[in-house]
């Protein structure tokens, strides 16, 4: 791979302005000091989206994060285009747009047109397969799975996804530059969620499906304290975003119907618009009460119990798998991107996960 730093890297591309691609273009002008080109479709996006990074730089200067030149100098590395053909000389293209095979095959297209044979082309999908992107492409060697956590700036794992396409070039240079940006890539399957999306849409299904059953929300929300996770269930989902979530939850259990649902409490969220399930004190929103069954009382172990099972059922699926290559990795994975307690998730599990 050529460039004009000194390990290589000339310019990055990033296919997407919404708040991860924002995230993402941002990191990569902080970390790697290079040229970093923001593209959509819509010129107020990507004006919205460069006014966004430029003001974040600007109030991290304020609290003496950076120098005033640095702010600067790293906001003049940041530009934005609707042109496909501005990413002619990056080293690397990461798209960051809708969950939609199509979408980002279509992008992947584009961007091939008009960058080298040797640069990356990077996916940061949650739940999608790499190798459908990769299909039908000249190389799709190079073509690698990405996957960052929100916020970016924060979380440090990186899932670094390979199809059996990939090159052991792209796999060395993917690998990298996840380095230099300061994240920790773990190798991880091509498989749907790859390791945390999909153990937390278990975690998820369940809890879901208790409160879909009548289950007292809050109480079956709360269930989970005791175990020092970052955030209770319904928080992370309207952390992550309903819509989101319910989109994982579909390529889910398109992939393992037996045991990954669309729970309908969820959908009824997302298609009331709301913003989530719980009000900034925890309780739950009264739009949200409506649309739920009357709730009856549960008991939090067996909730948990109910929670414990479906995990380690899940986690030893995996390992079987080869979704991730070892118990350790999976744990790593949940702490870094999931902010899960030092350990992980195989410790809460050890009684039921024997691999």
Partial sequence: MTGSDSLGVAKIGVVGAGLMAS?????????????????????????????R????????????RLGPAEAEQIAALISGT????????????????????????GVFRAVEAVVSPEALLLTNTSSLSVAAMAEGLRHPERVVGFHF??????LPLLELVRTPFA???????????????GKTAVPVADSPGFVVNRLLTRLFDEVLEEIDDGGDPVA???????????????????????????????????????????????????????????RADGTLRPEVRELLPEPHDVDPEDVRERVRAALAEEVQLMLEEGAVGSAEDLDLCMVLGANYPQGGLTPLLAERVTA
């Fill in 82 to 105: 609707t042109d496909p053909s501005d990413f002619a000389g990056c080293t690397a293209v990461i798209e960051a747009v809708f969950e939609e095979l199509e979408v980002k095959r």
């Fill in 149 to 154: 956590f929100n916020p970016v700036a924060v």
């Fill in 220 to 278: 079956v929300d709360r269930a989970l304290v005791p175990w020092g996770l970052p955030m209770t269930p319904l928080a992370l989902i309207d952390y992550i975003g309903p819509a989101v979530q319910a989109h994982i939850c579909t390529a889910l259990h398109a992939a393992f119907p037996d045991r990954f649902r669309e729970p309908a409490s969820l959908a009824a969220v997302v298609a009331a618009g709301l913003p989530g399930f719980l």
């Fill in 167 to 181: 090159s052991e070039a792209a796999m060395a240079a993917a690998a990298g530059l996840a380095e230099r940006l």
């Fill in 23 to 51: 995230q993402l273009a941002l990191l990569f002008a902080r970390k790697l000091r290079v040229p970093v080109v923001i593209s959509d479709l819509s010129e107020e996006r990507v004006r919205d989206a460069v006014v």
């Fill in 53 to 64: 990074m430029r003001s974040r730089l600007e109030r991290d200067a304020a609290r003496g």
